[in-house]
C-alpha cells in the first residue's frame, strides 16, 4: 500500500546520554528510511534504542543528559537535527506525532478529555465554541467512542485504559500528521484491547495515507501490523527486512533467537527456547559486536570489530560477520 | 462535592474540639489563679469561697462542659490586668495580624512561584543556582533577626522606613518582609521541585508532542498540576507564619494577636494568652478548610475518591 | 550500579561548608573554655559597648566588640553554642523518641489507634507552635529545662508524620510477613525489622531538626522566656542588642549570624544526607534508558 516516497530518512543516527556513570549510547549509528503510507516495525528487548530512537525524530530527547551527538534525520528533505525547538513547533502536532506507551500517564489528570483534543484540533484550525465542540465529537467518533456532551467533559481517570488509548489516537488524527510514531501502545493493555487499537491505526493508516512507525518488543503485533521491520540491539540497527522475510528468511542470530524464542501453537515444544545470556550494559559496551556475547556463531573478529551493514537482496539488510551462513 | 465539603466541615469541627482540650489542659497547667487574682491578706475561707465561685472545685469534666459552654458564647474569661474579656481583648487585635499575615503571603507568592517557576524551567543555570541558594538562606535566617537587621539597614541606618507602629504602606513593608522571608523561600523551592516533578511526566511530553509553545506547556499544563501540591505547602506556610507574627510583631511593635500575647505572658494575664491560642489556632483550621474546598476546583480527582 | 560506587558519588558531593560549620560549633560548645578569650559573664562597665576590632577604635582583645555591660561578644557568642547544642540535642531527642514511638505504632497497627494518633497530630498542627510554647512556659516557668520539654513536646509531630509514613510503606514488605510467620512478638518485628528500615528518615530529620529547634530555643530566649541571664544563649544576646540597635548595631548582628550559619550548616548537611540516605527522595538522573 506504501508509495515510493521517502518522507523520511535517518542518517548515521547517534543519540548519547551523559550521565554521572558514564556515556549510554542509546542510538549508535542508526540508518532508515520510511516511505509515505508505509508501516514500519521497530522491534527489540527493553533498552535497545527503539523509543529514543522515536524521541530523537521528535527531537524530545530528555535533557539535559540526552543529545543528538551525529546523524541527519531528513523529513521531506528538511534536517529535523538542525532545527532549534521553536521550528520543531511547526512540526510537531501537524507533521509529526507520537502516541505513548503508558495511556493512563499520557494525558494531563487536571484538563478534561474534549480540552485536550480541542487543542489539537486548533492546531490546524482556528475553530471556537459549538464549531470546536463539533469537531471534537467527529473524532471521538473516528476513534469508536459514543461521545456525548458529559464525556467531553470527563476527566482521564474516568477513562478505562483502552479508551485513553483511543482518545490518544483520537488526539492523533486531530493533527492529521504525515508520520505518526507508536511507542508500544499496546503495552499497556489487555489483549482483547490490543487488536482494537491495532485495527484502528490501520484504519488510520489506509484513510489517510499516514506512515505508521510501531514501535515494540511484541513480534505477535509487529507480525499483525508491520510492513518492514527493523530489528534493534544495544542501540544498532542489527537486521532489516519485510515482514515475511524476517520472520522466514531471517539472517542475524538475535533475530533468529527472538523468532526461535516464540512458542508454536500446535507444535510439542520440549522447552522454550531463549537466548542465553543477560541483557547488555549499556555502560559496557564490548568493542565489537554488543550481542557477541550471547551469539551462538559468534567468531574471534565479533568482540572487536562491528560488522559492516550488507544487502541480502529486496531491502534486507544484515549486519553481522557470519550473516551468509546463517 | 457537597458532601465532601459537609465532611471536611465536620472534620474541622473536630480538630477544633480538639484544640479547645488542649487549651483547657493549658490552663489547667497553669495553676489555680486564686492566688493571682486575691489579695495577698485573704485567709483560706475566702479563698475557699472563691475557688467555690469560680467553679474550681468542681470535677474536671464539669470544668470543661463549662469552658465550651462559656466559649460558644465567646466567654474566654477577662483579662486580668485589663479588666476586660479577653475575647474582645484579642478580637480586637485580629484585624491587624491577618493585614500582616496576608501581606506577607501577597509578597510570597509573587516573589516565590515566579522564581520557582524560572528555576524548573532552567534547571542548574545560573539563575537556578542564585535563586536556590537565596531560598536555602531564607529558610536559615531567623525571623528575629531578619527583623532587627532589616530596621538596622532601613530605619536606623539608611532612615527610609519606620521601624515600629502601624499605620500606611511604609510601615507594612518592613514586617511583611520579615515575615514573609522563610515562606518565600519554603514557596521557591518547592515550586521548583514541584514543577520539575511534573515536567517530567508523559502528559508534558503529550503537550510537547502536539507542538504547543512552551508558555502554554508550562503555564497551562505544567503549573496547574504542580500548583496543587505547592497549595497544600501555602496553607501550611500560613499556619507558620501565624507563628512567626508573634515574634514580628514584637519587633516591629505591631499591634497584633502575637504582641498581645507577649504582653499577656508578661504580665501573667493568662486568659489573655489562652484565648490568643485558641482563635488564632480556630483561625488556622479555617483557612485549611477553605484551602480544601479551592482544591476541589483544581483537582478534578478529589471530587471522586 | 555497584553500592560502593553509588556511596562514593555522595561522598563527593559532600557539603564542606555545611560539615565545617557543624564541626565547628561542636568544638565551640564542648571546648568553650579554651576557645573563648574571655569569660562570657565577667563584666567590666569600663570595657562596655567596644566597637569590633575591624572598626575605629577596636581592639584584637575584643575582636566582636563587647557589650553594654563589658561582656566579651565573641566569647558570649562561643559559649552560646554550648546552650544552642544542649537544648538541640536534648529536645531533638525528645521529639524524636515521642515521634518515632508514636510513628511506629501508628504506623503499624493501623485502625483506631492510628486515627486517634494522626487526629492528635491535626489537632496539634493547627496550632501555632510558638504560641503553644508562650502558653507552656507561662505556666511553667522559664527556665532551660522547661524550654527543653516545651520544644521537644510541641516538635514531635514532625516526627511522628513520618516516620508513620515509612512505617506504612515498610510493612508491605515480605519481610516482615516472613517475620510474623515466624512467630516474632510484635515488640521484636518493630525494633528488629522496622526500625531498621525507618533510621535513615530519622537520621535526616534529626538534622533538619536540630537546626529548626536551635531557632525555636533562641526565639524563646528573645522573648525572655527561655535561658534566663547571665547564661548566655544567642537568643537573649539578640534582646539585649535589639535595646542598642541604633548605636551598637554589632551586639545583636553576631549572635544572629552565628545562628544563620549553624542553621545553613543544619540544611546542607541534612539535604546531603537526605540524597544519600533516603532512596526515594534521591534525584534521579533524569534521562530516559
Known amino acids: 500500500m506504501s508509495g515510493e516516497e521517502k518522507i523520511l530518512e535517518v542518517k548515521n543516527l547517534k543519540t548519547y546520554f551523559f550521565t554521572n556513570m558514564g556515556v549510554v549510547k542509546a542510538v549508535d549509528g542508526g540508518s532508515f528510511h520510511l516511505k509515505k503510507g508505509q508501516s514500519l516495525g521497530i522491534v527489540g528487548e527493553s533498552g535497545s534504542g527503539k523509543s529514543v530512537t522515536s524521541l530523537s525524530i521528535l527531537r524530545l530527547v530528555p535533557k539535559p543528559a540526552g543529545r543528538i551527538v551525529e546523524g541527519k534525520i531528513l523529513y521531506r528533505g528538511e534536517d529535523l537535527v538542525k532545527k532549534s525547538q521553536k521550528e520543531m513547533r511547526q512540526y510537531r502536532g501537524k507533521k509529526l506525532f507520537m502516541i505513548s506507551q503508558d495511556p493512563m500517564t499520557s494525558l494531563n489528570p487536571v484538563f478534561n478529555i474534549g480540552n485536550q483534543i480541542g487543542e489539537a484540533i486548533r492546531r490546524r484550525q482556528n475553530v471556537k465554541g459549538n464549531d470546536l465542540r463539533e469537531k471534537i465529537i467527529e473524532m471521538l467518533k473516528l476513534v469508536h467512542i459514543r461521545s456525548s456532551e458529559n464525556l467531553i467533559h470527563a476527566y482521564p481517570h474516568q477513562f478505562s485504559g483502552g479508551m485513553k488509548q483511543r482518545a490518544m489516537i483520537s488526539m492523533a488524527l486531530a493533527c492529521q500528521p504525515e508520520i505518526l510514531i507508536a511507542d508500544e501502545p499496546t503495552t499497556a493493555l489487555d489483549v482483547t484491547i490490543q487488536a482494537q487499537i491495532l485495527k484502528l491505526m490501520e484504519e488510520i493508516r489506509q484513510k489517510y495515507n499516514t506512515s505508521i512507525i510501531l514501535i515494540t518488543h511484541d513480534l505477535g503485533v509487529i507480525a499483525k501490523f508491520c510492513e518492514y521491520i527493523l530489528v534493534m540491539y544495544a542501540g544498532k540497527i542489527v537486521e532489516r527486512a519485510d515482514v515475511k522475510t524476517l520472520f522466514k528468511g531471517n539472517k542475524h542470530p538475535y533475530t533468529r533467537g527472538l523468532i526461535n524464542s516464540l512458542p508454536h501453537l500446535g507444535k510439542k515444544q520440549q522447552r522454550l527456547s531463549s537466548i542465553r545470556g543477560q541483557p547488555p550494559d549499556l555502560l559496557n559496551l564490548p568493542a565489537g559486536c554488543p550481542f557477541e556475547p550471547r551469539c551462538d556463531y559468534s567468531i574471534e573478529r565479533c568482540s572487536h570489530e562491528y560488522p559492516p551493514t550488507e544487502s541480502a537482496g529486496k531491502g534486507h539488510l544484515i549486519s553481522c560477520w557470519r550473516w551468509r551462513e546463517i | ?305 | ?289
Open chain 3, 1 to 289: 550500579m555497584p553500592r560502593s560506587s553509588r556511596i562514593w558519588v555522595h561522598m563527593k558531593n559532600a557539603p564542606l561548608g555545611g560539615l565545617t560549620i557543624l564541626f565547628l560549633l561542636v568544638m565551640a560548645a564542648l571546648f568553650a573554655e579554651f576557645i573563648a578569650p574571655h569569660s562570657p559573664i565577667d563584666q567590666d562597665i569600663t570595657q562596655a559597648l567596644k566597637v569590633p576590632f575591624f572598626l575605629k577604635g577596636g581592639t584584637l582583645s575584643h575582636l566582636l566588640g563587647t557589650d553594654e555591660l563589658g561582656r566579651d561578644i565573641l566569647s558570649r557568642i562561643i559559649f552560646g553554642a554550648r546552650i544552642s547544642l544542649v537544648v538541640g540535642f536534648i529536645a531533638v531527642a525528645i521529639s524524636g523518641f515521642i515521634g518515632t514511638c508514636l510513628g511506629l505504632i501508628s504506623g503499624y497497627f493501623g485502625g483506631k489507634i492510628d486515627s486517634i494518633i494522626m487526629r492528635v497530630v491535626d489537632v496539634q498542627l493547627s496550632m501555632p507552635y510558638i504560641l503553644i510554647a508562650l502558653a507552656l512556659i507561662g505556666a511553667l516557668g522559664p527556665s532551660l529545662r522547661n524550654i527543653i520539654i516545651v520544644i521537644g513536646i510541641t516538635s514531635w509531630v514532625d516526627y511522628g508524620r513520618v516516620i508513620r509514613g515509612e512505617v506504612l510503606s515498610v510493612k508491605e514488605n515480605e519481610f516482615v510477613d516472613l517475620a510474623k510467620i515466624a512467630g516474632c512478638s510484635t515488640y521484636r518485628i518493630l525494633l528488629k525489622h522496622i526500625f531498621p528500615s525507618v533510621v535513615n528518615s530519622l537520621i535526616v530529620l534529626g538534622t533538619l531538626m536540630l537546626g529548626r529547634i536551635i531557632i525555636f530555643e533562641a526565639a524563646l530566649s528573645f522573648l525572655g522566656l527561655g535561658v534566663q541571664p547571665p547564661t548566655p544563649s544567642w537568643g537573649i544576646m539578640l534582646a539585649d542588642g535589639r535595646q542598642y540597635l541604633t548605636y551598637a548595631w554589632w551586639l545583636a548582628t553576631f549572635p544572629g549570624l552565628a545562628i544563620m550559619l549553624v542553621v545553613l550548616g543544619t540544611n546542607l548537611v541534612g539535604d546531603w544526607l537526605r540524597d544519600m540516605l533516603d532512596p526515594r527522595q534521591r534525584a534521579v538522573v533524569r534521562g530516559k534508558r
Open chain 2, 1 to 305: 462535592m457537597q458532601r465532601y465539603v459537609i465532611k471536611r466541615f465536620f472534620q474541622s469541627l473536630i480538630v477544633i474540639l480538639g484544640i479547645t482540650v488542649i487549651v483547657f489542659i493549658i490552663i489547667h497547667l497553669t495553676g489555680d489563679p486564686t492566688d493571682l487574682l486575691l489579695p495577698p491578706e485573704a485567709g483560706p475561707e475566702e479563698k475557699a469561697l472563691f475557688r467555690h465561685e469560680l467553679g474550681l472545685d468542681r470535677p474536671i469534666y464539669i470544668q470543661y462542659f463549662e469552658f465550651i459552654k462559656n466559649i460558644t458564647h465567646g466567654d474566654f474569661g477577662q483579662s486580668f490586668r485589663h479588666q476586660t474579656s479577653a475575647f474582645s481583648l484579642i478580637i480586637g487585635a485580629l484585624p491587624a495580624t491577618i493585614e500582616l499575615t496576608i501581606a506577607a503571603m501577597i509578597l510570597s507568592i509573587v516573589i516565590a512561584l515566579p522564581v520557582g517557576i524560572i528555576s524548573a524551567i532552567r534547571p542548574r543555570s545560573n539563575y537556578d543556582r542564585i535563586g536556590m541558594t537565596f531560598a536555602l538562606l531564607g529558610q536559615s535566617i531567623p525571623v528575629y533577626w531578619a527583623g532587627l537587621m532589616l530596621i538596622l539597614l532601613f530605619a536606623v541606618t539608611l532612615g527610609w522606613l519606620p521601624s515600629t507602629g502601624r499605620g500606611g504602606i511604609e510601615h507594612i513593608i518592613l514586617p511583611a518582609i520579615t515575615l514573609g522571608m522563610f515562606s518565600t523561600a519554603a514557596i521557591a523551592r518547592f515550586t521548583r521541585s514541584s514543577m520539575l516533578d511534573v515536567l517530567d511526566t508523559d502528559y508534558i511530553r503529550t503537550a510537547r508532542i502536539k507542538g504547543l509553545t512552551e508558555y502554554i506547556v508550562v503555564l497551562k499544563h505544567a503549573f496547574k498540576n504542580a500548583s496543587i501540591p505547592v497549595l497544600t505547602m501555602t496553607s501550611l506556610q500560613f499556619g507558620r507564619m501565624l507563628s512567626g507574627a508573634v515574634i514580628t510583631e514584637t519587633i516591629f511593635s505591631w499591634p497584633g494577636v502575637g504582641r498581645m500575647a507577649v504582653q499577656a505572658i508578661y504580665n501573667r494575664d493568662f486568659p489573655v494568652v489562652q484565648t490568643a491560642v485558641f482563635i488564632t489556632s480556630v483561625l488556622f483550621v479555617g483557612i485549611n478548610f477553605l484551602v480544601d474546598i479551592i482544591y476541589t476546583y483544581l483537582d478534578p480527582r478529589i471530587k471522586y475518591k
